[in-house]
């Protein structure tokens, strides 16, 4: 059995889909982060068969989280503060997404402006739907 | 500092605004022939639009200003590579405003965001065309009086037509707005148009593809043009230009003051018969559009 240490100040985010966190960490920008990051992955879960947790030791203010209500929005965030759960963040969606997702439409001027961010703004909060910035597209998730 | 990406940028009390100065302009065009002096419009078009351009650059020589420009992206610097980002910091050096058009969906958008000086998309793909919507505004309210309870048909291609979608959008601002939408089956209007914007506004519509069951009770019928390079099948594009032609003997079954309007250019949706019918409003439309775009222009140089 593989143990991890808890945390003294930050996130755990559980209930992530197995497999999914390195693309949170993408997402996260974690690979820019000062503070401690945990990953464990594939662990076993009595409601989700496998699971992902991440772990992230820091001030609490020091990461925007928004993101996770678009990626998965049944992760749970638990709030950790001297050692102990103190709250679990309700997860909304994020009003803009930038640089996560692409638009693909073709005549989007996103397709041929160099570094250009890829801006998607949340149009439905029910519909979840996110339209991209420029051209107004409808963003679909592959296969739907 | 203020663009215009889409016509729904301004209120409908800004609207107003705006087509007053346009009126003003129109019944006073002396008094502004040189509130730009000294000022330069640049008319950046990346993809060919006479009559667009034409009517930006009326506009700015009616109020006394300059303009510079390109036609073409073939004759700018896209066509060594340059970004639209690039582009508009260099034009902003050398001008007071932008009108952009551009192939690409958004492009004026990206341009605003780095420009130093106001910039008016001039049509970006099939996405907007705001100073078309504006345009069409203005004729109604001249030629009827006001915006609002009445009836329009909107006829013709309602799938690619992007003048269409923004009409619609404009007008559903107004009270009393009903919608007749004729065209054949395969150009009807697209789902988010009919369940975004009129489902959820309550707005009354009807869909229709004969053109003369609608004619008796319209009070403007807007024709647009089937466009060619909208179709992959040359074929289907003749079936789909023929559907609506619009003549004397349709005009007979219409309301005595209804205007007929279109964007232009037309082909052949509108017989040249119809042309001098006091009600074939689409020529005074060209004209409302160079006083709407010198109104624009005095508006976002705050000349005004």
Redesign the interface.
Known sequence: MLNISGIHEGYVLDHIKAGQSMEIYHHLHLEDFSGTVAMIMNVESSKMGRKDIIKLECDLDAIDLDILGYIDHSITVNVIHKDKIVDKKILKLPKKIKNVIKCRNPRCITSIEQGLDQVFVLCDEDLKLYRCQYCEEKYSPKGK | MRHLMSPMDFTVEELETLMDLANDIEKNPDRYSKVCEGKTLATCFYEPSTRTRLSFEAAMINLGGQVLGFASADSSSAAKGE???DTIRVISCYANICAMR??????P??ASKKSLIPVINAG????EHPTQTLTDLLTIRSLNGKIGNMTIGLCGDLKFGRTVHSLINALVRYEGIKFVLISPKELRVPD?IREDVLEKNNIPYKELERLEDAMPSLDILYMTRVQQERFFNEEEYLRMKGFYILDEDKMKLAKSDMLVLHPLPRVNEISVEVDDDPRAAYFKQAQYGVYIRMALILTLLELV
């Open positions: 970004s639209v980002s551009h192939p690409k969906e958004g492009a958008l990206v970006d793909g099939g996405h988010y």
